[in-house]
């Protein structure tokens, strides 16, 4: 086997490896916790001082990110190993590829920061159920209606242009070097920020530890970025989230 075939291999196996350990992660967390056998400190009601409940929570979001958007990121990723071989910026494709995605979880760590600041903060004023869903209707109206908006405004067009062709972006940004690699990561991942972030905060909710909507959203970001444009898979979905969220609010208003 040819020695960049073999550096594609472990790559790729490596990110498998890595997202199947998050969903078993928080396969395990959810059972704990319908157990009663897991004390959340980011669960409303519990005890703790708020930087406990932020770190706590953090991780979790950082396992959370691993689980549902390393696998959108997985079509980018291989075609930057096949850039990095053929452009012999590193010695076989495994190492740079190491450095982009470590540049692409850097962009979604402070993401992860944002949503955990959040999630404390709505936890706190007891407006997350001990689900991590959504507990008043008013905020979850409006976070469907703003993740459906977001769908048709240019900067979610823009990001999802750039996610959609990889070969493209790495052919306008490429950069030799291993510093280089690790920004190009930063950049995709700040592409990936901008198309998702919405949709990533709709976990507020459905509820954090909600295995169903996490792997739903990461199947239908992936979906987003891997069929044609003539699709406007995006559009779509924001049709249904604003319709949704005013199904919601018709009922808060009853």
Not at 123 to 136: C, E, I, M, N, P
Not at 151 to 161: I, N, R, S, Y
Request: glycine share 10%.
């Amino acid at each position: 086997m040819a020695p960049w075939r073999r550096d594609r291999i472990v790559a790729m196996g490596s990110l498998i490896v890595v997202v199947a350990l998050s969903w078993l992660y928080l396969a395990r967390m959810n059972m704990s916790r319908e157990g009663g056998d897991m004390i959340c400190m980011a669960t409303p009601g519990m005890a703790g001082a708020p930087l406990e409940q932020f770190a706590t929570t953090f991780l979790l979001w950082i396992v959370m990110m691993a689980a549902m958007m390393l696998p959108t990121a997985l079509p980018a990723i291989d075609v930057f190993g096949s850039f990095a071989h053929k452009r012999r910026s590193a010695i076989g494709s495994a190492p740079a590829t190491t450095l982009f995605v470590l540049g692409y979880v850097a962009v979604w760590s402070v993401y992860s920061v944002f949503a955990a600041a959040g999630q404390v903060a709505l936890s706190r004023a007891a407006l997350l159920s001990s689900t991590l869903q959504g507990a008043s209707v008013a905020p979850s109206v409006a976070l469907l209606v703003l993740a459906g908006a977001f769908q048709f405004t240019p900067l979610k067009e823009a990001c999802l242009t750039q996610c959609r062709s990889p070969f493209l972006f790495f052919l306008a940004k490429w950069r030799d070097g291993n510093w280089a690699a690790f920004m190009l990561g930063i950049r995709h991942g700040g592409y990936c920020v901008g198309c998702c972030w919405a949709l990533m905060g709709l976990m507020f909710v459905f509820g954090a530890m909600n295995l169903l909507w996490m792997g739903a959203l990461s199947v239908f970001m992936l979906g987003e970025k891997i069929a044609p444009a003539s699709w406007r898979l995006n559009r779509g979905a924001g049709v249904v989230l604003i319709l949704w969220g005013v199904f919601l609010a018709t009922r808060l208003l009853r």
